[in-house]
């Protein structure tokens, strides 16, 4: 997990929570990240940063031009 990392995952978060979303992460023991988002009692799992960015895109966020990694 490097900074930038970290340092994208809470600009993701943060633009979820502005969708009334939630954006979770936790690190499996080999040390791959997992993601998932909820709302309304609902979960939704999320491969990767990739699959982060682009459910962002798909409720509405994610227009700011950043390009991802």
Not at 11 to 24: I, P, Y
């Amino acid at each position: 997990m490097t900074a930038a990392t970290d340092k994208d995952f809470a600009t993701l978060r943060a633009q979820f929570a502005l969708r009334g979303h939630e954006l979770h992460r936790t690190h499996t023991p080999d040390g791959r990240a997992s993601y998932w988002t909820t709302r309304w009692g609902l979960t939704k799992p999320l491969a990767d940063l990739a699959a982060v960015r682009e459910f962002l895109r798909q409720i509405g966020g994610g227009h700011d031009g950043h390009s991802g990694h």
